[in-house]
């Protein structure tokens, strides 16, 4: 079928709406009607090459939408269920089998390779195959994914503000809540308040940090960070991080997330924890130089890398969805709505730092 989709051709150039063919879903496929999409730092890297995907391609992995189709051996989902889909894993290897998708030994082939669970593409233009992401592709009007990308939502939370906690909401949430674990009255510390930054003081106030302290450049993402949960908040431009977070912690915190994907601060979230204190690395960050015993086995101290929050999404997202429907996750305190025309300012304002999670919204 011709769907409506933003293309990107070539390595930092702007989306481009377009018309691509879509094939019809495989026996363990589904079809969804995209509502709306999410806008993630990782379809930035993506397009501009910093992560390789094949061009041209069809990005967008944080889609939300209407199930239109199934394959013949589908069970979790039917036509008109609401659904948000997430990131694709094989299902069969180790990591998958033992509740850890995320760190699928085909991640990376299955999210940034371009393919489908079969090695087959289901987008094409002008008699090219085009390249799917996250096995989903959902900055288009419909999109095929396999079932194990498929999260089955409540009809009665609004549609096209779901499709971020396939990825994002999920990575900064599910790192607190799945990965770190910090039990009530310990401290954590999230180095960059954007939107996997916030979920995760959101995450932290749910568990019952005693201190969970917020670090940023931008005074109004403090004040973000602030109304969603965060004890205190540092803005690196005007103090010593690391010695700040140790005064008021009386020698470092439990946890730190590291977010901004800069490699001063992954140094930094290792320095501010206390003796035995855990860091969680969650963004591309690219070469950084530490010292191994002074900065972890001297103090007992672990540096870790956190994919999608190690979540399974079929059992994670709806928690997260109850938790919002609590008012415990106000995460739509994030976002802003785009038309699909707009995707290119949509990606702009967030990067300048306009729009903690912009959403675009199809026609």
């Given at each position: 079928m011709d769907i409506k989709a933003a293309v990107t051709h070539g390595k930092g150039e702007d989306f481009q709406l377009e018309e691509v063919q879509l094939d019809d879903p495989k026996h363990d496929e589904v079809m969804i009607k995209v509502v709306a999409s999410g806008v993630c730092h990782t379809d930035a890297?993506?397009?501009?090459?910093?992560?390789?995907?094949?061009?041209?391609?069809?990005?967008?992995?944080?889609?939300?939408?209407?199930?239109?189709?199934?394959?013949?051996?589908?069970?979790?989902?039917?036509?008109?269920?609401?659904?948000?889909?997430?990131?694709?894993?094989?299902?069969?290897?180790?990591?998958?089998?033992?509740?850890?998708?995320?760190?699928?030994?085909?991640?990376?082939?299955?999210?940034?390779?371009?393919?489908?669970?079969?090695?087959?593409?289901?987008?094409?233009?002008?008699?090219?195959?085009?390249?799917?992401?996250?096995?989903?592709?959902?900055?288009?009007?419909?999109?095929?994914?396999?079932?194990?990308?498929?999260?089955?939502?409540?009809?009665?939370?609004?549609?096209?503000?779901?499709?971020?906690?396939?990825?994002?909401?999920?990575?900064g949430a599910g790192t607190i809540l799945n990965k770190l674990q910090p039990t009530f009255g310990e401290t954590v510390a999230v180095f960059g308040c954007g939107a996997v930054g916030l979920s995760a003081i959101m995450a932290a106030k749910i568990v019952g940090c005693s201190k969970i302290i917020a670090v940023d450049l931008h005074e109004s993402r403090l004040e973000m960070a602030k109304e969603l949960g965060a004890t205190h908040t540092i803005n690196g431009k005007d103090a010593d991080t690391v010695e700040e977070i140790k005064r008021i912690t009386n020698g470092g915190t439990n946890y730190s997330v590291e977010t901004t994907s800069v490699p001063a601060l992954a140094i930094q979230s290792l320095h501010a924890l206390k003796p035995r204190g855990t860091s969680a690395v969650v963004g591309v960050t690219q070469e950084t130089e530490f010292n191994v015993f002074e900065d972890i086995m001297a103090e007992g101290k672990g540096l870790v890398g956190a994919i999608e929050g190690d979540s399974v999404p079929q059992i994670f997202i709806p928690k997260l969805v109850e938790y919002y429907k609590q008012g415990q996750f106000p995460f739509d305190k994030l976002v802003k709505f785009y038309e699909m025309e707009e995707i290119n300012k949509a990606f702009d304002e967030s990067k300048e730092g306009k729009t903690v999670k912009p959403i675009v919204k199809m026609p």
């Open positions: 890297v993506a397009r501009d090459q910093d992560v390789p995907v094949p061009l041209p391609a069809v990005l967008g992995h944080e889609g939300s939408g209407i199930v239109e189709k199934v394959g013949s051996s589908i069970q979790t989902v039917e036509p008109g269920d609401h659904v948000v889909l997430s990131f694709s894993s094989c299902g069969h290897c180790e990591n998958c089998l033992t509740g850890h998708p995320a760190y699928c030994l085909r991640f990376n082939d299955l999210n940034f390779g371009g393919i489908m669970n079969d090695q087959t593409k289901r987008l094409h233009q002008d008699g090219q195959e085009v390249s799917s992401f996250f096995g989903q592709s959902s900055f288009g009007t419909f999109a095929v994914a396999n079932e194990r990308n498929v999260v089955k939502v409540d009809k009665d939370v609004d549609l096209e503000l779901l499709g971020p906690l396939g990825c994002g909401i999920q990575t």
